[in-house]
């Protein structure tokens, strides 16, 4: 606000007449008054309702900044005049007379003006300060006069917010300007300032009738508008369940817009850009963190684990003037929770690990109980199992006769000895995601899924399941010329994911467990003898990678590119 100063003396009725004849306002140069620079000493507020329409409409209950207006100062030479009405006006006035000649009258009205900006969350206590604002700062700079005979005023004008556009005529002139400035973060408080000037200097000429009133006046508006990055997806409380869809955009109120050709976005904390689920066998579940195509409007995401997150839009804003302001504007930290899983095994149990029965090793595993919690305030969803396999299968013997080694393994390896082997390297996908081993719920088997024919279940409900992988020994060869293995050898390495799906989200791992089993035999007169060993965790361990594969071992054992 500015203050004003005045002479505790009252004015003259002469000086009242020369008020009344000679009033002049800026309204009749057409300008529009908002902040007025003679009120009484108070506190000029704001509400954001009031704010030049940037921000919309809003009710008290509303979350916006109110604003406060305070600084300045308004003094004239002799002391100021106010009639009736024209609170807005200020006037310094000197007369003439015989013995007047060259008296002089002055006001002047200066800055710093400063408005401050005060958070109000209309009463929501989890409504935070918006991550960025777009300030509007308008301010009007005049002097005015009106003498006459050989009377003569001068005045300046200077708005404080650039040199503005200054309006002159022949008894006065006006300089007005709007400024758009960015904040990122403003937080609960900030300000801004302004220094705007107006002053003016009448002087009485020698004539009997000279004489020269004249008024200074500065009005000033602040006023923001609210940019933020809406984030979808979320609950109240600003958490996403993992791999769940977060949807966002820049929120910029009119009459701001955004150049469509200026987004760029980017996210922080342990998430995924695309997703493409596996469909057919040879294909994959593919993951990206490639931000590239995220320059539009919209960006979207993928959580992978619990952790904190935090998106940001750069983004070029146009003004109402056309002034491009450069933003960047950072979305509150949005907290990912996780559901837990729970996975036992039964390895080491009476009729469970590893086997030989003289024509096949290998090991049994059962899972049991299989169970997914989903954290508070979120409910439902689906789980699966994947399982990667890195496999070694190999049998070994003489080629009959010097005849060609088509085995049955796609990969046949030479051996230095001359002997040929059947060789399955490389890890790839088993069998088919989901991974279609059966799985018991409350003793009812869940029916497989088409196409694939994977096993998925609902939460809350508990699975039991388990893998039994076995070499045969008695495998044929495709050339037809027997099973005449003199060895083997059988390393199998198992990672099996318990998979999670919110409700219209994507699949995300909870747990894995990492197990095989590996045993060596070799035939003497027709009998196999046999050394087999197996491991397991007795419990699955948390994870947040993903499963990715390169290949898909189908059921004959066969790996496909």
């Not at 902040?35 to 409409?57: D, F, M, R, T, Y």
Request: contains cysteine; proline residues 8%; aromatic residues 10%.
């Amino acid at each position: 606000m500015f203050e004003r100063q005045t002479s505790s003396s009252a004015p003259t009725s002469a000086t009242r007449s020369l008020q009344d004849r000679l009033r002049w306002t800026l309204a009749g140069l057409g300008l529009a008054l908002l902040v007025l620079l003679v009120l009484p000493s108070a506190q000029i507020k704001l509400g954001a309702s009031q704010l030049n329409g940037l921000v919309g409409s809003y009710t008290s209950s509303t979350p916006h900044y109110d604003v406060t207006i305070t600084g300045g100062t308004i003094v004239s030479t002799p002391p100021a005049v106010f009639g009736a009405g024209d609170s807005n006006n200020y006037y310094g006035a000197g007369t003439a007379s015989s013995s007047g000649a060259g008296k002089t009258c002055t006001a002047s009205a200066k800055g710093p003006l400063t408005a401050t900006f005060n958070w109000n969350n209309g009463g929501d206590a989890t409504a935070l300060p918006p991550p960025s604002v777009i300030i509007s700062q308008t301010c009007t700079a005049g002097w005015g006069n009106n003498p006459t005979s050989s009377a003569t005023g001068t005045g300046t004008a200077n708005n404080g917010l650039s040199t503005g556009v200054l309006t002159t005529s022949a008894n006065g002139a006006s300089s007005t300007s709007t400024l758009y400035t960015g904040k990122d973060t403003p937080g609960a408080t900030f300000s801004v300032t302004c220094n705007p000037t107006a002053t003016f200097t009448g002087t009485d000429g020698s004539a009997y009738d000279a004489f020269i009133s004249g008024n200074v006046n500065v009005t000033y508006q602040a006023s923001v508008a609210l940019v933020d990055v809406p984030v979808g997806g979320m609950n109240s409380g600003r958490q996403l369940l993992t791999g769940s869809a977060a949807s966002c955009s820049l929120s910029v109120p009119l009459p701001f817009s955004v150049d469509k050709t200026t987004y760029k976005w980017s996210a922080t904390g342990d998430v995924f850009y695309t997703y493409n689920e596996h469909a057919p066998s040879h294909q994959l579940i593919l993951l990206s963190d490639d931000p590239s195509y995220t320059t539009g409007p919209s960006f979207g995401f993928f959580d992978k684990s619990a952790d904190t997150i935090t998106v940001t839009c750069k983004a070029t804003v146009v003004c109402p003037d056309g002034t491009r302001l450069p933003i960047s504007v950072t979305a509150p930290a949005i907290t990912s929770v996780k559901p837990t899983g729970s996975w036992s095994t039964s390895n080491g149990q009476a009729g469970y690990g590893h086997f030989f029965t003289g024509t096949s090793m290998g090991t049994n595993d059962l899972w049991n109980p299989i169970t997914v919690t989903v954290p508070q305030h979120f409910s439902g969803g689906k789980c699966c199992l994947a399982q990667l396999i890195t496999p070694v299968l190999r049998l070994t013997r003489n080629i009959p006769n010097g005849g060609p080694a088509n085995f049955y393994y796609k990969t046949p390896q030479q051996n230095p000895d001359g002997t040929t082997s059947m060789v399955l390297p490389g890890q790839g996908l088993d069998t088919a995601f989901p991974y279609p081993v059966g799985i018991s719920i409350s003793g009812t088997n869940v029916t497989p899924v088409t196409p694939t024919g994977g096993y998925i279940w609902n939460v809350p409900d508990s699975g039991t399941s388990g893998d039994s992988p076995t070499f045969s020994l008695s495998t044929n060869p495709q050339d037809s010329g027997g099973s005449d293995w003199s060895s083997a050898y059988g390393n199998e390495n198992f990672t099996t994911y318990l998979m999670y799906q919110p409700p219209g989200g994507v699949w995300v791992p909870i747990q894995r467990l990492d197990w095989g089993w590996q045993g060596t035999a070799n035939r003497t007169n027709g009998k196999w003898t046999a050394n087999v060993t197996d491991f397991a965790p007795s419990t699955g361990s948390d994870t947040s990678t993903p499963p990715q594969w390169n290949s898909v071992l189908v059921a004959n054992d066969q790996l496909y590119p």
